[in-house]
């Protein structure tokens, strides 16, 4: 091969590849993966990787000579490229739009230092050309083997001259080497424990799950909430190693994944396991990236990132809380799904895929209970209670609620709680103070100018705030639309629940947690840290709440507005509310005190509600199931969703009407239109974004692989004009 296609990040540009020639002195020992200098324009020497070759190149141009090799040890396989290559393949972007993605470009820039090592290379040292000193010093070498030029200097007391002399005589061989520092010991002094001993229907499911560990199709661990899912996946791990395989494990959010890496380490050992996620440092990266392709890690732990860190021998991957939105990468591009990546990553390592969830995904439960790969625990560990959810129908307690909001039943329900001691959990799914202003004489509601959805008042700031751009302004004085006074805020947030709880309850302890708090840093992990210190009687929060909280003093959780999560226009808007309800009914009475789950809705006959209410995921399952299959939604259809956006109104319309046209041409030249059905263009439900007005279509493929390779086709061949922004999502996780 004469050229070799590298990977170079430039400052302005981005990630981009380009074309170099191979030289005669490297062309024997290039590899796909190692890491390369090329000269570049007026930056001069610059890092880049090797990412493939070919004989010819296009176009007309002098092509530039590869200056040499960092380092000989390639840091990605072809198997890795071509994994990529499927994974830009199948959400329709370009390859290094995912290898930017996907590789910690900016830690080897960063990070990678080149040093000289030097190692001995010639056995005798009764050679006549060389002092009794320089004797000396070989005899160091060889006691110490391969080390660092500067430091075997200092520690054998000799000078650069003298080494060179011997690397002349062919004594030893000088070369110029990547070092790696090694800062990796998350948790130190951790003591191994041993595993758990698995009871009743945890045996059942993980011998099942055993003689499914060929199977090429996902494995789903379904387990009601506290059913001691993490104990299975902990006894299939240490299978997996001593086998001599290694682990990746998933888990949806980088607090989950750190509390997952401690428990491995306490499992399994410090030595053996490895964290990856966005927010590691990049020291840290650098080096697991080093080890993980070295195949010194046994077991990788992290959020969705990790699905592409170089795991080698992959003999188990594990996705836990699979129903979990933060799988799937929403902006920018590759908008992937780790749990898409992670099933070809296993077919790419015939390992199998274990998913796990106590309200799995619509989709992943009906795949897995066709290809019999289901396996479900239905009972707390140790046969613990569930809390039964009972719920108060607002159409009758509304009236009488505490500023229509917390009702009587609730709020005895709460006191009972605190004069117990025991803690109190209220889920009110929005944040803010107020979920939008109206102006009480025409009606108008005061919008983002940017976002066309209502903005937000904050009465901890004294600001309206868009909660899609962030966007503040201060509470108008008069209406823009009639001049009037009569503005006033409707509809009830996070910040106004625990401004009334205060007032209910002068003696509690009050604390709110969402993403307005998210935004202090660290401010969440102290204030978890003080509710499971039993520091807060009532916390007050968003979704957060739901997940991953485990304290055994919370007997009450409350959901204020239980039927909020259904009434989104999405075709997931039910899968969403029945989650997010069954997942917080789970954080009541983990320990030894019964727990309560109280449910204020306006809509008590809802059937995901009726289901949330009795844990009922089966039924829930079945009811959902058929709905999806009537309007061809997903598991019966694959959606991708266009979204055009400009700032000019018209011409966003404009070319997504065109687009429309074309596909439908298309499809109807190649007979597909009864399988591939395009819905609109339609504004999205947030017509206008961060100033961009957004027109979307959607495709129903229910073609599988074959109309989604025509669709990614079709896609590659039209052009945008620069004034529209195309973004293409397969699989999106809602469309609104
Ligand atoms: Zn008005
Ligand atoms: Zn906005």
Do not use: F, S, W
């Given at each position: 091969m004469k050229y070799a296609l590298v990977l170079v990040n430039i400052k302005g540009l981005g990630v981009k590849t380009f074309s170099y020639l191979i030289g005669d002195d490297i062309k024997d020992v290039i590899q796909i993966g190692q890491a390369v200098l090329v000269p570049f324009g007026r930056q001069g020497l610059i890092n880049a990787f090797v990412v493939g070759f070919s004989d010819y190149i296009s176009g007309d141009f002098k092509v530039k000579k590869i200056n040499k090799i960092l380092d000989e040890t390639p840091l990605f396989s072809i198997k890795y490229l071509k994994l990529l290559e499927w994974v830009a393949n199948y959400y329709c972007t370009d390859f290094v739009t995912v290898l930017n993605a996907a590789l910690p470009m900016k830690l080897i820039e960063k990070n990678a230092k080149v040093e000289l090592s030097v190692e001995p290379i010639v056995n005798n040292t009764e050679d006549s050309r060389i002092t009794k000193r320089q004797k000396e010093i070989l005899t160091i070498l060889k006691e110490r083997g391969k080390s660092s030029l500067i430091e075997f200097e200092e520690i054998a007391k000799t000078s650069r001259a003298t080494m060179k002399k011997l690397a002349e005589l062919g004594f030893v061989k000088i070369q110029e080497e990547y070092i790696y520092r090694n800062p990796l010991s998350i948790f130190k002094d951790t003591v191994t424990e041993p595993l758990f001993e698995l009871q009743g229907e945890q045996i059942t499911a993980y011998e099942g799950i055993k003689s499914k560990l060929k199977s090429q199709n996902p494995i789903l661990l379904h387990g009601v909430t506290a059913s001691g899912k993490t104990e299975v996946y902990f006894k299939l791990i240490k299978d997996v190693i001593d086998s001599g395989k290694n682990v990746l494990f998933l888990a949806p959010e980088i607090a989950l994944a750190s509390q997952l890496t401690k428990r491995l380490a306490k499992k399994f050992g410090i030595k053996d396991v490895a964290i990856w996620h966005s927010s590691i440092s990049d020291g840290e990266k650098y080096d697991v990236w080093q080890r993980l392709y070295k195949n010194e890690i046994r077991i990788l732990a992290g959020a969705r990132s990790a699905v592409f860190a170089p795991l080698q021998n992959i003999g188990l991957i594990i996705i836990d809380e699979?129903?979990?939105?933060?799988?799937?990468?929403?902006?920018?591009?590759?908008?992937?799904?780790a749990r898409v990546v992670a099933k070809r990553l296993a077919q790419f390592h015939q390992a199998p895929l274990l998913l796990g969830s106590a309200t799995p995904d619509v989709s992943t439960y009906y795949y897995a209970s066709n290809n019999n790969n289901l396996f479900e625990m239905h009972k707390r560990y140790n046969d613990a209670p569930f809390a039964k959810p009972q719920v108060i129908n607002m159409q009758e307690h509304g009236k009488a609620a505490y500023r229509n909001i917390i009702s009587k039943p609730l709020q005895t329900e709460i006191s009972e709680t605190l004069e117990r001691g025991q803690q109190v959990i209220l889920l009110m799914n929005r944040r803010g103070y107020s979920t939008y202003t109206q102006c009480?004489?025409?009606?108008?509601v005061i919008e983002c100018p940017d976002c066309s959805i209502p903005m937000i008042w904050h009465s901890s700031i004294k600001q309206l705030k868009c909660h899609y751009c962030n966007k503040e302004m201060s509470f108008p004085e008069f209406c823009p639309q009639c001049g009037s006074d009569a503005l006033s805020t409707s509809g009830v947030g996070t910040q106004k629940i625990e401004v009334l709880i205060k007032e209910l309850f002068p003696d509690a302890q009050v604390a709110r947690i969402d993403s307005d708090i998210l935004m202090k840093k660290n401010a969440h992990i102290e204030l978890l840290a003080k509710f499971q210190k039993g520091e807060i009687d009532i916390l007050v929060g968003t979704q957060?709440?739901?997940?991953?909280?485990?304290?055994?003093?919370?007997t009450l959780v409350g959901v204020l507005s239980a039927d909020s999560g259904f009434n989104?226009?999405?075709?997931?808007a039910s899968e969403r509310g029945f989650q997010l309800l069954t997942q917080v009914a789970g954080r009541a009475g983990r320990g030894d005190f019964k727990g309560k789950v109280l449910f204020q809705t306006y809509n008590p006959d809802y059937y995901a509600f009726q289901n949330a209410k009795t844990q009922n995921y089966k039924k829930f399952f079945e009811t959902e199931i058929k709905s999806r299959e009537e309007f061809d939604y997903p598991p019966f259809s694959q959606i991708i969703r266009l979204i055009l956006s400009s700032e000019n109104n018209y011409r966003a319309e404009k070319s997504a009407m065109e687009i429309a046209l074309r596909l439908n041409t298309m499809t109807e030249k190649f007979g597909f239109s009864e399988y591939l059905e395009t819905l609109g263009p339609t504004p999205c439900v947030i017509e206008k974004l961060n100033g961009f007005y957004r027109f979307q279509i959607l495709i129903k493929n229910k073609l599988s692989q074959k109309g989604h390779d025509f669709i990614t086709k079709f896609l590659n061949k039209i052009t945008i004009p620069k004034d529209i922004r195309m973004a293409v999502d397969v699989d999106p996780l809602d469309i609104l």
């Open positions: 699979e129903h979990e939105g933060a799988y799937k990468q929403t902006n920018p591009a590759p908008r992937y799904d009480k004489a025409c009606g108008t957060m709440i739901a997940k991953g909280l485990d304290n055994p003093n919370v989104v226009p999405d075709y997931r």
